[in-house]
């Protein structure tokens, strides 16, 4: 139980005006994680310290919900914020020391009550801090966003046998430039999937034509490479995201676990499949074609001509 400061009766600065509480402070072993949980519950867009250490923010309304702390900590209350009408810190500390209350040293001194619980008093609007940048939102609907990537198109030239999945990697390696660099974003951008209307959607989609035309401009032997490189970055690299912010291959599993709502363990096995596959697609296309690497360019240029010879044809 929390509880109050209590006013001398001779001082007359006490009580302190406030307007309510505006937000809790909490130290848990894992600071996303449970972001996360609280996200599902009341908000799914959450927010992050722009440099570390990690410490992720959940917004209830007009307040919030702040997780810190490491993996060895015990969870618990680090503080509870109130905001002030007339707002005067150095005045406000002086008063709550000659109340008796005993107050934490730093810029953000905070009150402590008989049990060691820290408040903290702000000015009155408050609301996160300018170090606060948006970190992802989470899906609402795992299980439609994780059919929408497993469907398969029936019709449409071009479309036609192909999964929603391969053309959203497709369409990412066009917008990013790189295969590699489409690998190592696609599961953040699966995390914040919930936030892209279908008209920025249909858009890429409607460039998988132009992206296959950059890529075929890339020698054979250099995308054999970049497949190389991309799964040994999927399975081992911990990456940049943006903002001093980086995510780790066990970062990237719960990402897609959540977005796509397969269990994790399905994920761990479909990601050592992916790696396989990257680090291993000259002998797989030697396999699949009993073709050398260096006479593939000329194949695909053949084939490229078969198949827009039949496309002019069933125009």
Same mark, same amino acid.
């Given at each position: 139980?929390?509880?109050?400061? @209590?006013?001398?009766?001779?001082?007359?600065?006490?009580?302190? &005006?406030?307007?309510?509480?505006? &937000?809790?402070?909490?130290?848990?072993?894992?600071? /996303?994680?449970?972001?996360?949980?609280?996200?599902?519950?009341?908000?799914?867009?959450? #927010?992050? +310290?722009?440099?570390?250490?990690?410490?992720?923010?959940?917004?209830?309304?007009?307040?919030?919900?702040?997780?810190?702390?490491?993996?060895? @900590?015990?969870?618990?209350?680090?503080? #509870?914020?109130?905001?002030? +009408?007339?707002?005067?810190?150095?005045?406000?500390?002086?008063?709550?020391?000659?109340?008796?209350?005993?107050? $934490?040293?730093?810029? #953000?001194?905070?009150?402590?009550?008989?049990?060691?619980?820290?408040?903290?008093?702000?000015?009155?609007?408050?609301?996160?801090?300018?170090?606060?940048?948006?970190?992802?939102? !989470?899906?609402?609907?795992?299980?439609?966003?994780?059919?929408?990537?497993?469907?398969?198109?029936?019709?449409?030239?071009?479309?036609?046998?192909?999964?929603?999945?391969?053309?959203?990697?497709?369409?990412? $390696?066009?917008?990013?430039?790189?295969?590699?660099?489409?690998?190592? @974003? =696609?599961?953040?951008?699966?995390? *914040?999937?919930?936030?892209?209307?279908?008209?920025?959607?249909?858009?890429? !989609?409607?460039?998988?034509?132009?992206?296959?035309?950059?890529?075929?401009?890339?020698?054979? $032997?250099?995308? !054999? +490479?970049?497949?190389?490189?991309?799964?040994?970055? #999927?399975? /081992?690299?911990?990456?940049?995201?943006?903002?001093?912010?980086?995510?780790?291959?066990?970062?990237?599993?719960?990402?897609?676990?959540?977005?796509?709502?397969?269990?994790?363990?399905? @994920?761990?096995?479909?990601?050592?499949?992916? &790696?396989?596959? !990257? *680090?291993?697609?000259?002998?797989?296309?030697?396999?699949? =074609?009993?073709?050398?690497?260096?006479?593939?360019?000329?194949?695909?240029?053949?084939?490229?001509?078969?198949?827009?010879?039949?496309?002019?044809?069933?125009?």
């Amino acid at each position: 139980m929390l509880a109050p400061v @209590v006013a001398r009766a001779d001082d007359p600065s006490l009580p302190i &005006h406030t307007t309510g509480i505006e &937000h809790f402070g909490f130290t848990v072993t894992d600071p /996303e994680a449970t972001a996360k949980f609280y996200g599902r519950i009341f908000d799914g867009q959450l #927010f992050q +310290e722009k440099d570390p250490p990690p410490r992720f923010y959940v917004k209830l309304g007009t307040g919030y919900i702040a997780f810190g702390g490491n993996p060895t @900590v015990t969870p618990s209350i680090d503080h #509870f914020c109130a905001l002030v +009408e007339n707002y005067q810190p150095q005045e406000m500390r002086k008063n709550l020391e000659a109340a008796g209350v005993t107050m $934490s040293p730093g810029p #953000f001194g905070m009150a402590l009550d008989p049990d060691g619980l820290r408040l903290q008093l702000l000015r009155v609007p408050g609301g996160l801090a300018k170090t606060i940048i948006p970190a992802y939102r !989470l899906s609402q609907d795992e299980a439609l966003l994780g059919r929408l990537f497993q469907y398969r198109f029936h019709a449409g030239r071009g479309l036609r046998g192909h999964s929603f999945g391969n053309l959203f990697l497709t369409a990412l $390696s066009d917008v990013t430039g790189d295969f590699a660099e489409a690998v190592r @974003v =696609s599961g953040e951008v699966l995390a *914040t999937l919930s936030q892209v209307n279908a008209g920025i959607v249909r858009k890429d !989609l409607g460039r998988v034509a132009e992206g296959r035309a950059a890529l075929r401009k890339i020698p054979v $032997s250099r995308l !054999l +490479e970049i497949c190389a490189q991309a799964g040994a970055q #999927f399975l /081992e690299g911990t990456l940049p995201l943006g903002g001093g912010a980086t995510q780790s291959p066990r970062q990237y599993l719960e990402s897609l676990s959540a977005s796509s709502g397969l269990p994790q363990v399905m @994920v761990r096995r479909n990601m050592a499949k992916i &790696h396989a596959a !990257l *680090t291993n697609m000259p002998a797989i296309l030697h396999g699949l =074609s009993g073709k050398e690497i260096a006479d593939l360019d000329q194949l695909l240029v053949r084939l490229q001509q078969a198949a827009e010879a039949l496309d002019r044809h069933g125009a």
